[in-house]
């Protein structure tokens, strides 16, 4: 029986960098998810009869929602579900599922490195048919439904088994629980040397993957593991769990400390990564060295050719503005075009559609590639396996030798995290009105070459995003941008990031804080970021 339930809006359901993250209390409040997905149903038009993917990172609420979007979209009038069994589905493998299966769309349910718990983060975005996240025009669409959404459509169809794999017939329509590894690993498959990483792992290679009790843990057992050969125990932290085991499933260097640390100590394995809740970034460390993700970016895409899938070559790269300029240096040599989006993956989406970019990146710990659209966190780690296995050199000696070749861009992000977001707008508005008169003046020796609030015209669609981040460029190609994140459930995170880029390779030996330390006082200078956030210094620094 299908009902249609009265309900009353609420006004907070804009989607961010990443759709709609909140806290699961929130989440929890009557309709609140209903009210959600019905507005992502009415912002859509024709998918009466096709299929939607579903599936999630498995944090605490993932399996609630689930049912709510079978029953839903039974309502709705989808013709077909495909779920991730358990409800589990990585955000790279629910890409590829939308573009294997021609389906529809799909929903995923992911608060992606936010912790997870009964009082920790959710959320949902939805994703269209070429499997990445819906564009800012749809995005816009849904919020406007959800502000004046009245009810919303449901069927009753029990509870769905989502634990064991075949195709049910639930309310009239078919319910498909699939293996949520299958067709993913399939992917990897045609895309790396798959001989050559086995061999690798057989002569001795010593790898340590970090999944973080989050979504890639099944992945990377059954790819790394019973497919690649690599030693049992290579997988850490490999069963998904509702609240991450209590931790941030972020790789970064703060939250992945213990890979980090053992990657830097004697006896060290040969490579190191970690990937995030629901699978889409990556962390990887080399035996002695972090690569950064805008460093990891650059050397993915001058080495990429060395892999099956890419060695036709790359078409293009794509970066998120406030990613260093790294990658720019390694297009230019090999000729192709370079594009700057603003941050969020949904802007590489039309790049890759028309074939213009093959590789994109972000200083946020994602790298991905045309095979599917969502950044791929073993896809990366995958990538380097293949490089590191053809060029039989460590991920040390190959960072070495791309700086000496490109010079090397210092690179870090200091994060404000939980500041109250008054007081955050105010800092932002006030480098805002202060931009005009930046260019020209001097900070700590260092002289302003221009300063803007970068805005993208979409080359594809020539849609334009405005206020995306705030430039201080210096001359010399040194850099410091300005931006609030879009993925926090609570306050504002002020991040910023500061790039400095150095052609001496005598001078790349130096840490990374270090190289940057006048650019760091000068950001403080410019912005004045003790006063406006009451900190003295940043939670995170990656
Ligand atoms: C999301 C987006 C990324 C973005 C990141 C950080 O990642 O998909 O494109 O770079 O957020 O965004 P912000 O700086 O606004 O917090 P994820 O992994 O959280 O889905």
Redesign the pocket.
């Given at each position: 029986m299908i009902r249609t339930v009265s309900t009353t809006p609420y006004g907070d359901q804009k989607p961010?960098?990443?759709?709609l993250?909140k806290k699961v209390p929130v989440f929890q409040q009557q309709n609140y998810a209903e009210n959600f997905i019905q507005s992502v149903f009415d912002a859509l038009e024709g998918f009466a009869g096709k299929t939607l993917v579903v599936g999630g990172d498995g944090r605490f609420y993932n399996r609630e929602v689930i049912q709510k979007v079978i029953a839903m979209a039974v309502a709705n009038g989808f013709g077909r579900v495909v779920v991730g069994q358990g409800g589990i589905l990585s955000?790279p493998a629910a890409s590829n599922l939308i573009r294997k299966r021609k389906a529809f769309g799909g929903l995923i349910l992911?608060?992606?490195?936010?912790p997870g718990g009964p009082h920790e983060d959710f959320?949902i975005?939805y994703n269209a048919e070429n499997g990445g996240?819906a564009p800012e025009k749809l995005t816009d669409a849904i919020y406007a439904r959800s502000k004046v959404i009245t009810s919303y459509k449901i069927a009753d169809v029990g509870q769905v088994d989502l634990d064991h794999t075949g195709t049910f017939e639930v309310g009239g329509i078919k319910v498909e629980i699939v293996d949520p590894v299958a067709d993913y690993a399939a992917l990897m498959e045609t895309l790396f040397d798959f001989d050559a990483l086995r061999a690798l792992f057989k002569s001795g290679f010593r790898m340590r993957f970090d999944a973080m009790h989050a979504v890639t843990g099944p992945y990377a057992k059954e790819i790394l593991e019973r497919r690649l050969g690599a030693a049992e125990g290579t997988a850490r932290n490999f069963v998904p769990l509702e609240d991450f085991g209590g931790h941030h499933p972020d790789p970064n260097l703060v939250h992945a400390k213990e890979l980090y640390d053992e990657m830097m100590g004697p006896n060290a394995p040969d490579f190191g990564a970690a990937s995030?809740?629901?699978g889409?970034?990556n962390l990887i460390i080399g035996r002695g060295i972090f690569v950064t993700p805008s460093d990891s970016l650059a050397m993915l895409a001058a080495n990429a050719h060395l892999a099956p899938g890419y060695k036709a070559g790359l078409k293009g790269i794509a970066r998120?503005m406030?990613t260093s300029g790294a990658a720019d240096r390694v297009a230019e040599k090999l000729g192709i075009g370079m594009y700057e989006t603003p941050?969020?993956?949904?802007?590489?989406g039309n790049l890759l559609d028309a074939g213009m970019a093959t590789i994109c990146g972000?200083?946020?710990?994602?790298t991905g590639s045309d095979h599917v659209r969502?950044?791929d966190g073993l896809w990366a780690v995958l990538l380097w396996l293949n490089i590191l296995a053809v060029r039989g050199e460590s991920a040390k000696e190959i960072a070495a030798k791309h700086w000496v070749t490109y010079g090397r861009n210092y690179y870090s992000r200091h994060d404000y995290e939980e500041v109250e977001t008054d007081r955050a707008n105010a800092l932002v508005d006030a480098l805002r009105a202060k931009l005009g008169s930046l260019p020209g003046t001097s900070v700590r020796g260092m002289k302003i070459a221009s300063a803007d609030d970068f805005a993208y015209n979409d080359p594809v669609d020539g849609s334009v995003s405005k206020n995306q981040g705030i430039r201080i460029l210096f001359e010399g190609g040194s850099r410091v941008v300005f931006?609030?994140?879009?993925?926090?459930t609570s306050g504002a995170?002020l991040?910023v990031y500061i790039e400095r880029y150095e052609p001496d390779p005598a001078r790349h030996g130096l840490d990374t804080q270090a190289a940057l330390a006048d650019l760091i006082k000068a950001a403080e200078d410019i912005a004045g970021i003790r006063s406006h956030t009451g900190r003295d210094k940043p939670s995170v620094i990656t």
């Open positions: 961010g960098t990443s759709g993250r955000t992911s608060a992606s490195h936010n959320g975005k996240p995030d809740g629901d889409d970034r998120s406030p941050t969020g993956w949904k802007f590489f972000e200083e946020s710990a994602g969502e950044k931006r609030l994140s879009g993925t926090g995170t991040r």
